[in-house]
């Protein structure tokens, strides 16, 4: 059983992608968003002011990944420092609206003079063909090249069990070239946990480390909301495809969207 002791890590979320590693698809995207459950959240959709396609954070009105009607893309990830954690700073949810909001050059000079201000995290955004990380903990920014790619609460791409097996599941999923929305969705509602000795140590009680440990969380408390599966074929058409789940881990909301990059 977890400690109740809520422990502050919002908007912790994973995500896996294969970019050109598939001749018809691109870019692929695999993104699990966890929370906890008592958090009011309203299910991806078109938000008519801003324009863009996203699930919401009803209590600080942000979000955790959506994309514009360009096709922009962006998704947040915090950076696991429970010692460091300031509940004074801003929502962080707000900066994908701001990187959807802004081109990639303009959005770089405003995390570079902004980042201070909010809670460590990983922010992905640009176009689909053309991503990059920027990562607050270290100021860099990172671009996401050929090959497959992980990130969760670190480092992108750094080797937590999840990220490995993830990344893994991924790669063997699109091995033939052919792709199948059900077999990643499979892949994101992996609940296999790391053994004890191979988990990070990331400053959170034992317990937390041990639930948050696989791909797809599942706990009366806290667990995974949301899946996407997000896709550019080779013809410039994006696919998104959500999936919401309630406390037991089933699937309580399935729906699509296309966008015409």
């Not at 497959?148 to 490995?164: E, Q, R, T, V, Y």
């Not at 893994?168 to 992996?190: E, Y």
């Not at 946990?193 to 990070?200: D, G, I, K, R, V």
Request: aromatic letters at 10%.
């Amino acid at each position: 059983m977890i400690s109740n002791q809520k422990t502050p890590f919002l908007y912790m979320c994973i995500l896996f992608f294969a970019i050109k590693q598939h001749p018809k698809y691109p870019v692929i995207i695999c993104a699990n968003r966890d929370e906890f459950h008592e958090r009011p959240t309203q299910p991806m959709h078109w938000w008519p002011k801003n324009e863009v396609l996203a699930g919401k954070d009803l209590q600080a009105g942000g979000t955790w990944l959506g994309l514009n009607k360009q096709g922009r893309f962006s998704a947040l990830t915090n950076f696991r420092q429970p010692d460091l954690i300031d509940n004074n700073k801003q929502s962080r949810g707000e900066l994908v609206l701001q990187a959807l909001a802004h081109q990639d050059d303009e959005m770089t000079k405003q995390l570079a003079k902004s980042f201070s201000e909010y809670n460590g995290f990983n922010l992905v955004f640009g176009q689909l063909n053309k991503l990059v990380c920027f990562d607050s903990v270290s100021q860099k920014k990172q671009v996401l090249n050929s090959g497959f790619h992980s990130l969760c609460n670190g480092a992108l791409d750094d080797i937590w069990p999840k990220m490995a097996l993830g990344q893994a599941k991924l790669a063997d999923a699109i091995k033939d070239h052919t792709l199948d929305i059900d077999q990643l969705f499979k892949l994101m509602n992996s609940d296999q946990q790391a053994p004890t000795q191979h988990l990070p140590k990331t400053g959170i009680p034992l317990d937390w480390e041990q639930l948050l440990s696989s791909i797809f969380i599942v706990s009366p408390e806290y667990g995974t909301r949301t899946t996407n599966i997000i896709t550019l074929d080779d013809e410039g058409t994006i696919s998104i495809y959500d999936q919401s789940y309630n406390e037991q881990g089933e699937c309580t909301k399935k729906q699509s969207f296309s966008i015409e990059s």
